[in-house]
């Protein structure tokens, strides 16, 4: 078996549904994601250790359950299975009404704080090698001053605690929430403005989290997530409240 190889090779009598069910336990893991390719016939036979036929076999398996895409030509790739968290229109809607914001940012402090605490208790030393590296992005984004790369570098991050936890569930729930984040959904100039201007204190808040998860402290890991969300949450109320205070000042002297 190759070095650093996702596939672990195979010696049961039942070799396709030993295949299948591997690579369906690294798409469940989300290991394997939506529209990742996987290595050719001959690498996942080389890698796993069985015949190409077998391999064969076992993606045509894949493939008519629905989990993968084979491409001639192209190679096989992990179908769309997460899907859009929101229709459409439904995502129109909430970028009309920004009111919905609390909504979203409610259901991640749920779900962030019980991930951290997770992957407090439950990374690897391969989740804590990630998280560092995201950490370090993190670190640079924050030094550069450069909006874009904070967001993509706050959105892996959060990505990697969610992996650390090791809740399914979570990862393929959670991959498709921060899809939205990546639509730009969230991340309008209100939401910008209401998060401190230098970046100082989520910052900080992303190293708590940070640390706690290394520590292995899931107590201090779930309620540096809490307050997390719960920051940005107190950050954009008080903003939209400085912008109706803004809007009712100004009719008042337009009367004048």
């Given at each position: 078996?190759?070095?650093?190889?996702?596939?672990?090779?195979?010696?049961?009598?039942?070799?396709?549904?030993?295949?299948?069910?591997?690579?369906?336990?690294?798409?469940?893991?989300?290991?394997?994601?939506?529209?990742?390719?996987?290595?050719?016939?001959?690498?996942?036979?080389?890698?796993?250790g069985v015949s190409r036929p077998k391999i064969r076999e076992a993606l045509k398996q894949?493939?008519?359950?629905?989990?993968?895409?084979?491409?001639?030509?192209?190679?096989a790739f992990i179908a769309p299975l997460v899907g859009s968290a929101m229709s459409p229109?439904?995502?129109?809607?909430?970028?009309?009404?920004?009111?919905?914001?609390?909504?979203?940012?409610?259901?991640?402090?749920?779900?962030?704080?019980?991930?951290?605490?997770?992957?407090?208790?439950?990374?690897?030393?391969?989740?804590?090698?990630?998280?560092?590296?995201?950490?370090?992005?993190?670190?640079?984004?924050?030094?550069?001053?450069?909006?874009?790369?904070?967001?993509?570098?706050?959105?892996?991050?959060?990505?990697?605690?969610?992996?650390?936890?090791?809740?399914?569930?979570?990862?393929?729930?959670?991959?498709?929430?921060?899809?939205?984040?990546?639509?730009?959904?969230?991340?309008?100039?209100?939401?910008?403005?209401?998060?401190?201007?230098?970046?100082?204190?989520?910052?900080?808040?992303?190293?708590?989290?940070?640390?706690?998860?290394?520590?292995?402290?899931?107590?201090?890991?779930?309620?540096?997530?809490r307050d997390h969300i719960e920051f940005v949450k107190r950050s954009y109320v008080e903003?939209?409240?400085?912008?109706?205070?803004?809007?009712?000042?100004?009719?008042?002297?337009?009367?004048?």
């Amino acid at each position: 078996m190759k070095q650093n190889s996702v596939f672990q090779q195979i010696d049961h009598a039942s070799v396709v549904v030993t295949i299948v069910t591997q690579i369906e336990t690294l798409i469940l893991n989300g290991i394997l994601r939506d529209g990742g390719r996987l290595p050719s016939e001959r690498d996942l036979a080389e890698q796993m250790g069985v015949s190409r036929p077998k391999i064969r076999e076992a993606l045509k398996q894949l493939e008519d359950n629905g989990l993968i895409n084979v491409r001639h030509g192209e190679g096989a790739f992990i179908a769309p299975l997460v899907g859009s968290a929101m229709s459409p229109a439904l995502i129109q809607l909430y970028a009309r009404h920004q009111d919905a914001f609390i909504s979203y940012l409610e259901f991640r402090t749920a779900q962030e704080s019980f991930a951290a605490s997770l992957a407090a208790t439950r990374a690897t030393k391969a989740d804590k090698v990630i998280l560092s590296k995201v950490m370090d992005q993190l670190d640079k984004a924050h030094a550069s001053g450069s909006v874009e790369e904070s967001q993509d570098a706050d959105i892996a991050f959060h990505s990697a605690i969610i992996d650390a936890s090791h809740n399914s569930l979570l990862v393929h729930t959670m991959s498709s929430i921060y899809a939205l984040t990546k639509q730009n959904l969230f991340y309008n100039r209100s939401f910008l403005r209401a998060i401190d201007g230098t970046g100082d204190q989520l910052h900080a808040q992303h190293r708590e989290i940070f640390e706690a998860v290394l520590a292995g402290d899931p107590d201090r890991a779930s309620n540096a997530a809490r307050d997390h969300i719960e920051f940005v949450k107190r950050s954009y109320v008080e903003e939209q409240s400085r912008d109706q205070r803004d809007q009712v000042s100004s009719r008042r002297l337009a009367l004048m």
